[in-house]
């Protein structure tokens, strides 16, 4: 038992990550409106598509377009929102919502984006950011203007439960979060380790370390395989295909080909010492390229990807407390596996030796 506990802390980590990762629901989110402009001084209705809401059991929805901060330094508990004027509901997931926007808009640029917010009682409070364009009509002319826009955005509910959070470009696909970056984060510990190893070698000359380089590298691979795999179905959703030469993709598949290579290179050498030695030198060389290649060279391009070319990651609603109860045990569950895998692959590797020795014997 006592070098089981962390296996059976490793299975019940990625139980524990596929079932609640996939079973818990997302909170209630806004997946369209329409149309997406409206023109200041007209009264107009939107059509609004919910994801997850109830409209149908509450009783009090309300919804305003809020233009931005606070108008004036000090006025903090007033906003530059306007409150609907009424509400029908269609639906479970679908509602109208009418407003009287006034004729000026709090600003000179003659058009603005304002974000919906949506409170339900049941549902709790939602927003769709800059869901709506509201230009001036060209007939009007006049001073920017704050009157109209003083709705107080107050008494705001709250969501019961445990919920992770809609974001409307990737719906249920966020939870590809557990199991896709989870696995880049075990790859980069199970690399850094053969690597650890990969020294040790050259240092001391055992062939132990070796092994467990070697295994170690063999399993971060198959992670990265996998990785690119979930990537790819990931970016099918979100970027419309699966493979759209990204610099992000372009760099990972050549860091996993650098790694591929060092199994080609170790089956070419015909000495064992000399393929561990030679293995060992390369295994290193490909660490050092797989941090340029994965998180700098990304950074430098315009990039789709999430935390490359100014495009953030881990941010705001992207990764909320509530992900990170999952997502955290999933990068220690997948990793304790990946040990665990690498444990079970340079056993083998030892007793196939052990064998072989016998039989020359």
Do not use: C
Request: proline content about 5%.
């Amino acid at each position: 038992m006592k070098g089981l506990w962390w296996k059976v802390l490793a299975v019940l980590l990625m139980l524990y990550v596929v079932f609640a990762g996939l079973l818990v629901p997302l909170k209630p989110g806004i997946q369209s409106v329409e149309p997406v402009q409206l023109t200041a001084g007209q009264q107009q209705t939107i059509t609004v598509e919910g994801y997850n809401t109830h409209f149908e059991l509450g009783d009090n929805v309300r919804a305003w377009l809020r233009l931005g901060q606070p108008r004036a330094e000090g006025d903090e508990g007033i906003d530059t929102a306007l409150l609907s004027t009424s509400v029908q509901v269609l639906g479970q997931q679908d509602v109208a919502l009418s407003f009287d926007v006034p004729a000026y808009l709090p600003t000179s640029d003659g058009a603005a984006r304002a974000s919906l917010i949506i409170d339900n009682p049941v549902d709790g409070a939602f927003v769709l950011p800059g869901a709506i364009i509201i230009k001036q009509a060209e007939a009007l002319a006049g001073p920017p203007s704050s009157q109209g826009w003083d709705a107080q955005i107050e008494n705001l509910s709250a969501s019961t439960g445990v919920t992770f959070p809609f974001r409307g470009l990737l719906a249920e696909t966020i939870r590809n979060q557990y199991f896709h970056v989870s696995l880049w984060f075990a790859l980069m510990i199970l690399m850094l380790s053969a690597a650890v190893y990969a020294v040790r070698y050259l240092i001391s000359g055992k062939s132990e370390f070796d092994r467990r380089s070697e295994a170690l590298t063999k399993v971060g691979l198959a992670f990265g395989m996998l990785g690119l795999v979930t990537g790819m179905v990931w970016a099918n959703f979100t970027w419309g295909k699966p493979w759209s030469g990204d610099v992000k993709q372009n760099m990972t598949a050549i860091a996993l080909l650098i790694y591929l290579a060092y199994f080609v290179l170790r089956a070419s050498v015909a000495s064992d010492q000399q393929a561990s030695r030679i293995g060992a030198a390369y295994n290193i060389f490909a660490f050092a390229m797989l941090i340029p290649l994965l998180y700098i060279i990304p950074r430098m391009r315009a990039s789709l990807h999430p935390g490359a070319g100014g495009n953030p990651g881990f941010g705001g609603e992207d990764l909320d407390s509530t992900m990170r109860m999952v997502f955290y045990p999933g990068i220690i569950g997948f990793t304790l596996v990946g040990v665990w895998l690498a444990q079970l692959s340079w056993r083998t590797a030892r007793l196939k030796r052990k064998i072989q020795e016998q039989l020359l014997s």
